[in-house]
């Protein structure tokens, strides 16, 4: 049965009795509004953000990743802290390592910051930039009240940076309340590869 994305986020909300008092710490005394992965602590949303609501907060869990080089598959955990302080973008931090196969923690993986804006007419830009020494501008759409689907419009990458071929990103939550996402990679060959799936659960908001 399909649900609504109004159904989902209420389901969200009943889900959220052991994270909702929690949220990122303040770093410093700062004269500004805090950021928070709280939507019911801190400076209210932007109205202009309500089209990515659902990100609000810190997700943690488990992906599976394809080295674009070695053509390994490898497990990985993972996560991303999607923030705000009032102002009319989210702030995005993401971080993950590498487990082995009985999920230990073996070496840190990628790691990436940025920003998520939408326009008036839905559209989304994410612009992130990677520790590998690479800059994506990602363009997309909302396919719904708690799906998002992103295509990179222009990927640069530094003197010393990792080459990455352009991408596409679906994020989503899922029916219990998780947010899932799957990244697709251009290999060498010019072909859409599968690079990136995770599963994480909100752990703050």
């Known amino acids: 049965m399909t649900r609504s994305g109004n159904e989902a986020i209420a389901d969200a909300e009943l ?3 052991e994270t909702a008092d929690k949220n990122v710490p303040p770093v410093g005394d700062l004269p500004l509004p805090v950021d928070t992965a709280n939507l ?3 400076p209210d949303l932007h109205p202009g953000l309500l089209g990515l609501l659902p ?7 488990v992906g599976q990743g394809h080295h674009p ?11 991303i802290i999607v923030s705000h302080d009032g102002s009319n973008y989210l702030n995005w931090q993401s971080r993950s390592w ?3 196969s009985d999920g230990n923690y073996v070496q840190p ?3 990436e910051c940025g920003y998520w804006r939408i326009g008036e007419d839905d559209t989304i830009e994410l612009l992130l930039t990677h520790a590998e020494g690479s800059i994506e501008l990602y363009y997309g759409r909302p396919l719904n009240q708690t799906s998002w689907n992103l295509t990179t419009d222009v990927t640069i990458k530094t003197d010393t940076g990792a080459h990455t071929g352009a991408a596409k990103r ?3 939550l899922v029916p219990d309340g998780d947010l899932a996402y799957v ?5 060498s060959d010019g072909d859409l590869t599968p690079r990136l799936s995770a599963k994480l659960t909100r752990i703050i908001g």
């Open 55 to 61: 990100l609000v907060g810190v997700w943690e869990g």
């Open 40 to 42: 019911r602590q801190g």
């Open 15 to 17: 889900r959220a009795a």
């Open 98 to 100: 590498v487990l082995d």
């Open 69 to 79: 080089i070695t053509g390994d598959d490898y497990d990985f955990g993972q996560q």
């Open 183 to 187: 990244e697709e990679r251009l290999d």
């Open 170 to 172: 679906l994020y989503g």
């Open 109 to 111: 993986d990628l790691r």
